[in-house]
């Protein structure tokens, strides 16, 4: 049986959905940077109008940007991040964090420079209880509120044998 | 001029060359849970063989996954992730965590303990010099090491913009 991927109850699909595409990644990123209006966009990256217009119009729906207009006549609009925007921005950041790791050898294009420590800082993943970096390994996934077992058995099953290991 | 991604100086696009593809990214939860088995991912997923075998094989080139015989008559393989391949699971944990939040409302499917505190935990982002929470806005963005003004000019003059507005 061939299934489709909106069956996959999986929160990392349902990101991939808004930001798998690499034009949207890269249309957020340069509005975040705030190369918002549609041209400036269009001229940093290239795109042709066609499809910056298309992923600008998901964004929108997705509510990852609003639009906002900046001049009434003619009518001109730049884009802003929403808090969900906002959020996905931090995706972005893992997914740079990564890349600068891996494709860029810890000599990155782009370095970010933390505010309230003046600092360049490369995030790491702490724990929102205990306050402890969170590595590869130091979690275990198990069943969530909405995790649904005749959906998804062989994840169940996985889930159930990595409880047993540690128990 | 109509630029082809590759040309863009972007670590967040290196890293989507990777994982951008749906499939490839449920492969990966599938063998981080320890569904690691050619059939034993083809049937949790459903995809067709063809499919799993190039994506299970640009993971392995791309040095994302080892590939490990487990049996020897017929030969039969499992899949590893390298140190490299448990990197991409952490970009993995802030997709996840976007989509539970956005997507799930809070109530995901799959919830990760933390082994050392023993609690559900929700990781968050926290500046590796002085350990305190990045949020939004929060930091901004500069060159690093390795951007190129002449790539990438008007993300220069983004730049510039905002080391002005923060000075």
């Given amino acids: 049986m061939q299934r489709s991927l909106p069956d996959q109850p999986c929160s990392v699909a ?4 808004i930001i798998g595409d ?5 249309v957020l990123r ?24 298309q992923r600008l119009n ?14 009434d006549n003619p009518p001109r609009y730049d884009y802003r991040l929403t808090e969900k925007g906002n959020d996905l921005l931090m995706v ?13 050898d ?7 420079r933390h505010l309230s420590c003046a600092q360049i800082s ?20 198990e069943r969530g509120p909405s995790f649904d077992d005749a959906a998804a058995p062989a994840v169940g099953e996985a889930l159930d044998a990595i409880a047993a290991a540690f128990a």
């Fill in 14 to 17: 349902r990101t991939l959905d």
């Fill in 22 to 26: 690499r034009w949207t990644a890269l």
């Fill in 30 to 53: 340069d509005i975040a940077i705030g190369i918002a209006r549609f041209d400036a966009i269009q001229g940093d990256l290239g795109l042709s109008r066609k499809v910056l217009t």
């Fill in 58 to 71: 998901d964004l929108v729906e997705h509510g990852v940007l609003v639009r906002v207009e900046y001049q």
């Fill in 92 to 104: 972005l950041l893992s997914l740079q964090q990564f890349g600068d790791k891996w494709a860029y």
């Fill in 106 to 112: 810890g000599e990155p294009p782009i370095a970010w």
């Fill in 122 to 141: 490369t995030p790491v993943a702490c724990c929102d209880h205990c306050g402890e970096q969170v590595r590869p390994g130091d979690a275990i996934p």
